[in-house]
């Protein structure tokens, strides 16, 4: 059973670490905009001290009414020059609360945008298997959906803080006069409910965290039931009901988590919000009484019991204000927990090899998948010297789009490396090595821009450029039916925006191919089943074409259609992971091994 000294050490060593992104914080929202920062300091300093101001000015109002009262004339303009006091200053406590309110929507405004800018500019420096890891989903969601508003709530709560501290402050001072045991007791009043609210905001994270991977399946079942390329299926499998009980059932699990914390935060709330409430009306009876016993005037009265009432708003604003603080510096952990996610990828300077003669060369290359027990890809060796064309065949989930993941730095290997021009791919400077790699995945993006830019994606320093748009389009065989559409190369594509045309499958797939020839300068080519949803005579088409523009370049081809392949000069056969058979066409067959196996077994088919 540990101490009340080992408690309060260990209270105050979680606060301090809790309450260290507060600084972090001031820092992200004063270099937003210095501007608004400092006027939000001003109009806190003002808005904190007014209050005092008007109450000292109405005890002034009703004892001059009382000897008003008793000798009338000079007294009577003296109250009127203090009610139009009064009516200034509270005029300059609204301006100031404008203010105020202003300055926080512009803030809240530019650091909303800059929070995500930061979590995006942090997810283009972060590798593949980061975003395949569920846990690191799991930080990149908590962090979009809180962290984007809590530096500024963080900073208004703060100022809060700051105005009422000033507000009690002067209030304090003007107690004081009474009784100092009247200030003791305005902020004792309003300590147990700040304790119960700093519970609270740490049950309330615990279950904000606990529940990332229910509330992102949320997400992705809304996204399944709501976008245009899973409603197909859903409809005609008739899985809408399914998938919408299901999200039924997670919203269900969530709110009874939810419905039980905010009936225990609410029910204490009430519970101790009540010591306030005797404690302000045993100070009302205090101060009624002294003035029954003409200890203090009627002017003093009013001004002690408004002080009173103020004071206890301020103290219960400042220790919602702290709790809030707490509260908001828990969900900044996730912000700096996913900013701060270690980037494993090592990029190296260089912009050429030794030997460009030499090509690309894979030697004892092994890979294995985070979390898993068994390789991917083992001891794989392979040469492609420039010039040659390399086939790969096997079956779903060999490693074939593992090699090229691999080769694009995706990935890095974890046993043996690869080699271009005869260096390490780690030493290469990896936006140059890009440059040099023109690639179509079978799982391509289909962008919803229009249609220049989707080819315009395949390489971002001529992404505006519609003379190489053109360029590619006619040598990835898309020009023929983009020239048709009403606007051409401008044309909307998909049917999320306005005026949006949507292509069939093949006609992406001949936009993905003249996305890897914006590469103009691109030596390497690697098409990863890039004519899968096209017919046999637009398939014929484009790899005679695709022979003919990239006779000088590398290439690598993973096919499951022997028409395709049987032209490589080199044909690899992966199966495990592991390179079981390699040869030519002919050299293969006349093995009578695996590719032979699967040619016949194809070729059957088209008897």
Do not use: C
């Not at 003296?78 to 005029?91: F, G, K, P, S």
């Not at 200030?183 to 049950?203: H, Q, R, T, Y």
């Not at 499951?560 to 080199?570: D, I, M, N, Y």
């Not at 056969?573 to 040869?583: A, Y």
């Amino acid at each position: 059973m540990p101490t009340d000294k080992t408690a309060t050490a260990g209270f105050l060593k979680r606060a301090h670490g809790v309450f260290g992104y507060s600084r972090r914080a001031l820092d992200l929202v004063w270099t937003t905009s210095r501007k608004l920062t400092l006027a939000l300091a001003l109009l806190t300093l003002v808005a904190g001290v007014l209050p005092a101001v008007v109450a000292y000015i109405g005890q002034l109002i009703v004892d001059g009414v009382v000897t008003a009262m008793n000798s009338p004339g000079h007294e009577v303009r003296t109250v009127l020059w203090l009610v139009l006091m009064e009516a200034v200053v509270v005029i300059l406590i609204a301006a100031s609360q404008r203010g105020l309110s202003a300055s926080q929507s512009l803030l809240r405004a530019l650091l909303g945008q800059r929070v995500n800018v930061m979590i995006l500019e942090k997810a283009l420096t972060l590798q593949l298997e980061d975003f395949e890891d569920s846990e690191f989903y799991d930080k990149l969601t908590q962090a979009r959906r809180e962290a984007s508003r809590r530096p500024l709530s963080l900073v208004n709560r703060t100022f809060a803080l700051v105005q009422n501290g000033i507000s009690l402050v002067s209030y304090a001072v003007l107690l004081f006069a009474f009784s100092p045991w009247a200030v003791v007791i305005l902020i004792g009043a309003g300590l147990p409910s700040f304790f119960a609210e700093a519970k609270f905001s740490g049950d309330a994270f615990r279950l904000f965290r606990w529940r990332s991977p229910e509330t992102r399946m949320q997400m992705y079942l809304e996204t399944v039931i709501a976008r245009e390329d899973s409603i197909k299926e859903v409809k005609l499998f008739q899985l809408g009901p399914r998938l919408l009980q299901r999200y039924r059932d997670i919203f269900e699990k969530l709110f009874v988590e939810d419905r039980r914390l905010t009936l225990r935060r609410d029910g204490w709330g009430f519970v101790l919000g009540l010591i306030s409430t005797a404690a302000f009306y045993g100070a009302y009876a205090w101060i009624v009484i002294t003035t029954i016993n003409g200890q203090i005037t009627l002017g003093a009265m009013t001004m002690y019991l408004v002080l009173f009432r103020q004071g206890q708003s301020a103290v219960a604003a400042s220790l919602s204000a702290v709790s809030g603080m707490y509260e908001d510096n828990l969900y900044l952990s996730n912000l700096y927990d996913y900013l701060g996610q270690s980037v494993s990828m090592r990029n190296g300077a260089k912009n050429k090899g030794p030997d460009p003669k030499r090509g690309v060369e894979f030697e004892h290359v092994s890979f294995r998948y985070p979390g898993t027990t068994s390789d991917a890809l083992h001891d794989v060796s392979l040469t492609i010297r420039p010039g040659e064309s390399l086939a790969l065949v096997g079956e779903n989930g060999s490693g074939k789009t593992t090699l090229i993941k691999l080769l694009t730095r995706l990935y890095e290997p974890t046993g043996g490396r690869i080699l271009l021009d005869g260096l390490d791919l780690q030493e290469w400077d990896i936006d140059i090595l890009r440059q040099r790699i023109g690639v179509i995945f079978q799982d391509f993006g289909r962008y919803q821009f229009s249609a220049g830019e989707n080819i315009g994606t395949g390489d971002e320093r001529y992404f505006n450029d519609a003379d190489r748009w053109a360029a590619a389009a006619k040598t990835g065989m898309a020009a023929s039916f983009i020239e048709e559409m009403p606007q051409g190369y401008q044309t909307q594509l998909g049917r999320w925006f306005k005026d949006g045309r949507e292509l069939s499958g093949g006609q992406w797939q001949k936009i993905a191919l003249s996305r890897a020839f914006m590469r103009s300068d691109a030596d390497i080519l690697v098409l990863d089943e890039p004519t899968a949803a096209m017919d046999a005579e637009s398939e014929a088409a484009i790899f005679d074409h695709f022979r003919e523009e990239s006779h000088n370049k590398m290439t690598i081809l993973i096919s499951h259609r022997f028409s395709t392949v049987r032209a490589a000069r080199q044909i690899i056969v992966i199966q495990g992971g592991e390179i079981l058979e390699r040869g030519n066409h002919e050299s293969l067959l006349a093995q009578d091994g695996q590719y032979a196996h699967l040619f016949n077994l194809q070729a059957r088919g088209y008897q």
